[in-house]
């Protein structure tokens, strides 16, 4: 068990009167289809809240989709079905009547590539504020200051909040789109890979960031990087497909006992770094 | 290891010098030639127009040409002024451009952005089908279908019009406003739109604040795309525009856009004589018209272009 990666710290959080306020987020037996073919097959877990999830799992097996089901995104995906329940805040969001538009609001998403809108700093994080029908110029400029605040990203680019959001760098246009989903002050926040396209020292400014935030914040997190899971996650999730290309979760626990102690041989293997 | 066996003197170093390869050669030269004559032909347009249009423009000073209300092409001693095909030719312009815009930049957000692929497919080929219509069957169809009927809704001599003309040209500068700023709709990187969703837009503010004014200047290339196509018709606007050679004071009024009047003038016009010279003058103006709207076009979809590109 030498080669297992180091883990930084252990789930210790406290569960707050702030906490239990918040929405719990947790899926029951869902299955998620594009088409014919099944991505997800009969997961079932539980996100704690204010802390940080981490999913992982080798290339295709379903760890972006499952992220999906959570804010709905699949729904953009025409071919997309899904069967079973999730819950957030004691709701199946995927009722119908559920109104997405409100669920995404609550929960936020930030993307595997930074994706800036081309438009001025300033405007793309006060774009989530304006849809959400803030007009007055003295709130925004309060939710753009907080939200560039939050992601740690504010003394840099205070100067330059009128220069277009893809002039700055790869990892200050990931912070800044964290900045911009904090500013709709969501409850959630979805992470997809988001350190896949920026250099070591980005890395860890963001991973900074999500420890931060994860006080304040549920943060589910997607990773390719098994160092970054152990390093920043309170849970862990492993994912893995079987012959039928379905992605199945395999084992779900706390990430020092995932790292150090694993259940299952197959998480075993994979932390060893004996495939995937 | 025969490479290494081999000395550089017995032809290792040899064996890496190219060959001729003269079928390469003949065929850069065949395409440099292509490039040169498209520019010849250019060249020689510009020069036909200058040489013959320009000697006009001095006999009849360039603000009396472009101001002057009086064309009497064969009174002696002649006038031209051309005020009157100019303004016709902005009317006429102007009405195909402010129907034809909103109902274009409308559809291409229809095909882009909510139309299921099926759907857009088909009526994509339709428009398409559409620009391949030759003018003198749009002229035809304006002349028996549109003009009864605006002469009706007016309550006018004629139907012949420049309303009527600018509505058969919006239908013809539908097609390249409905391609190009779909074109730009769909180059809309994904990622913006998977953002704004994410941050919990409705689809028709992912539209409105998220594609369209990220595809903003190739919408706006279309159109002058579309003005441009409006300016250069002819025969259209020959057989539905009226043809009268006063200046128009209202759309319903008949009239001779600049391009009208140079396809209705050069067939009585004495060669070389000054009538003829005057119309070549008009299209020296026209060629600088479109030029430039064109130049605009193609300027603000290189803007378009740079937008997506991150350093």
Known sequence: MNNMPKVAKTFNRQYTENDRKRGSLGMKNVNLFYGSFQAVKEITLDIHTCSITAIIGPSGCGKSSMLRIFNRMNDLIPSARIEGKVEFGGIDIYEPGVDVVELRKRIGMVFQKPNPFPMSIYDNVAFGPRRHGIRNRFALDEIVEKSLMQAALWDEVKDKMGQSGLSISGGQQQRLCIARVLAVEPEVILMDEPCSALDPIATLKIEDLMSTLASNYTIVIVTHNMQQAARVSDMTAFLMVDDDHAGRLVEYGETAEIFTNPNNKKTEDYITGRFG | ?311
């Open chain 2, 1 to 311: 290891m025969a490479f290494f066996d081999s000395s550089p003197a017995t032809g290792a170093g040899s064996s890496l010098k190219g060959r001729p390869r003269w079928g390469e050669r003949i065929i850069e030269k065949v395409i440099f030639l292509n490039g040169v004559f498209a520019i010849i032909v250019l060249l020689g347009v510009l020069f036909i127009l200058l040489r013959q249009g320009l000697p006009a423009l001095v006999e009849t000073p360039i603000h009396e040409f472009l101001f002057g209300t009086k064309w009497y092409p064969v009174s002696e001693p002649p006038t031209f002024g051309i005020a009157s095909f100019f303004v016709s030719t902005l009317w006429v312009a102007g009405i195909s451009t402010l129907l034809a815009v909103p109902v274009g930049v409308g559809a291409a957000i229809y095909l882009a952005e909510v139309a299921p692929k099926k759907v857009a497919d088909v009526v994509k080929l339709l428009v398409e089908l559409l620009s391949g219509f030759p003018s003198v069957v749009m002229g035809f169809i304006g002349l028996v279908l549109l003009s009864p009927w605006v002469r009706e809704l007016f309550n006018l001599n004629t139907g012949l019009t420049g309303l009527t003309a600018g509505i058969m040209l919006s239908m013809m500068s539908l097609p390249i406003i409905v391609s190009v700023s779909e074109d730009a709709l769909r180059a809309v990187p994904d990622e913006f739109k998977q953002a704004a969703y994410g941050l919990g837009s409705t689809r028709w503010e992912v539209i409105w604040h998220v594609s369209v004014p990220s595809a903003l200047s190739g919408i706006s290339a279309a159109v002058m795309l579309g003005v441009g196509r409006a300016i250069g018709e002819t025969m259209t606007v020959l057989m539905v525009a009226g043809g009268a050679l006063a200046m128009p004071v209202s759309p319903v009024d008949p009239m001779t856009p600049m391009t009208a009047g140079i396809a209705s003038g050069i067939g009585n016009a004495v060669q070389g004589g000054p009538q003829y010279q005057a119309l070549f003058a008009i299209g020296l103006i026209l060629f600088v018209m479109t030029l430039f709207v064109n130049l605009i076009a193609a300027r603000v979809l290189e803007v378009q272009k740079r937008k997506f590109t991150r350093e």
